[in-house]
């Protein structure tokens, strides 16, 4: 009876493990919203609280690693169960690094704001779409354990990271042509690669999954060729 109330508190105290993690991967995919929503718009005030949201997320991340040290020293679990520890301790480092990059893309909104605007804004929110999806998907995919999901997720990373090759290419065309715009140019240039960042964030959470499901490693494996 022992052992058997033993291995169902290890399951609940897993279960809320997981939970934290998805709560906390909600938190960080609204804040990433919230901050290339309000660059768009134009919302200081929008951009300012989620400068002044990243305590809920520090807190969790906090709660998270309690919860998992307290299932490796209480527990010892062993083969899959740890996986599964591992990779949320993992997950939850690339979450609070998504919120810490959400802070940075508001920074940099608000300062843009400061100056005329440079371009019209439409593929920062399609880089934002790609970020968010990335990062909801590779977190289903944890609670799932869904390989396929995961992998998908991979596989949209080199569209991330063409979208900023292609910004880059465009807004340093505007800031030759017209040096007033380079300050303004710049911030843009850098909310791209806080949302290219984000990616790769969603990308080690993916890697993460795979190696948790089959114990498979594919940290810097090339794909296959076509």
Do not use: C, W
């Amino acid at each position: 009876m022992e052992t058997h109330d033993k291995v169902r508190h290890f399951q609940e105290e897993l279960e809320r493990l997981k939970e934290r993690i998805l709560a906390m991967g909600g938190l960080a995919e609204e804040r990433v919203q919230a901050a290339v929503e309000a660059l768009v718009s134009g919302e200081r005030d929008r951009l300012a609280k989620v400068l002044r949201g990243d305590e809920p997320i520090n807190q969790l991340h906090v709660e998270i690693d309690g919860l998992a040290f307290r299932l490796l020293a209480l527990y010892q679990p062993m083969a899959s169960d740890l996986r599964v520890i591992v990779a949320a301790l993992k997950i939850n480092t690339d979450l609070e690094r998504v919120g810490d990059m959400a802070v940075n893309i508001a920074e940099a909104a608000l300062r843009y704001l400061e100056h005329p605007p440079v371009k019209p804004l439409l593929d920062l929110p399609r880089m934002g779409a790609i970020a968010q999806a990335m990062l909801r998907d590779a977190l289903d995919a944890f609670v799932r354990r869904d390989t396929a999901l995961a992998q998908s997720v991979l596989d949209r990373d080199d569209t991330l990271d063409s979208l900023k090759t292609q910004i880059f290419r465009e807004l340093l065309t505007y800031m030759l042509q017209s040096p007033p715009t380079i300050e303004g140019a710049l911030d843009l240039i850098l909310i791209s690669r806080h949302l290219e960042r984000i990616g790769d964030h969603a990308t080690n959470i993916a890697e993460d999954i795979i190696f948790l499901v089959s114990a498979k490693d594919v940290r810097h494996t090339p794909p296959p060729a076509s």
